[in-house]
């Protein structure tokens, strides 16, 4: 139940956020986003085109937390998550990036994942 409360309070903070920022060209920082029943949230760091950070997916029956590491190569993104949770097996999130706002097109794949679109934005 506590499990519950949490996704849904992490889903309705995501929610009432503001809307994205002004275009960036790096992925570094916080990025959060809640579309299709999920909720997504990236702690990225880059250095040159690489990039490593923690994620956290939740959806209405379950929550993965784990690293993530990848590439960016302007607007591209690819990442690939190795999460705790059991039941998850690593999955891809490969985005693009906008270039009008702090934003990334992306979807999740693998693990249940079927090119669900997720897009965060910069916090």
Not at 30 to 45: A, E, H, M
Not at 48 to 61: D, K, L, M, R
Not at 84 to 104: L, N, R, V
């Amino acid at each position: 139940m506590r499990r519950l409360i949490a996704i849904a309070l992490v889903a309705v903070v995501l929610a009432c956020a503001d809307s994205a920022g002004a275009p960036v060209q790096t992925v570094d920082g916080q990025w959060n986003g809640v579309q299709n029943g999920y909720s997504l949230g990236l702690n990225l760091t880059q250095s040159g085109t690489a990039v490593t950070g923690v994620i956290s997916v939740a959806g209405v029956a379950s929550a993965a937390n784990g690293t993530v590491s990848g590439t960016f190569n302007y607007p591209k993104l690819h990442l690939e998550a190795d999460v705790t949770s059991s039941g998850f097996q690593p999955f891809t999130y490969d985005g693009t990036m906008s270039e009008a706002e702090a934003k990334i097109f992306g979807k999740l794949d693998g693990s249940g994942f079927d090119s669900v679109e997720v897009d965060v934005t910069k916090k």
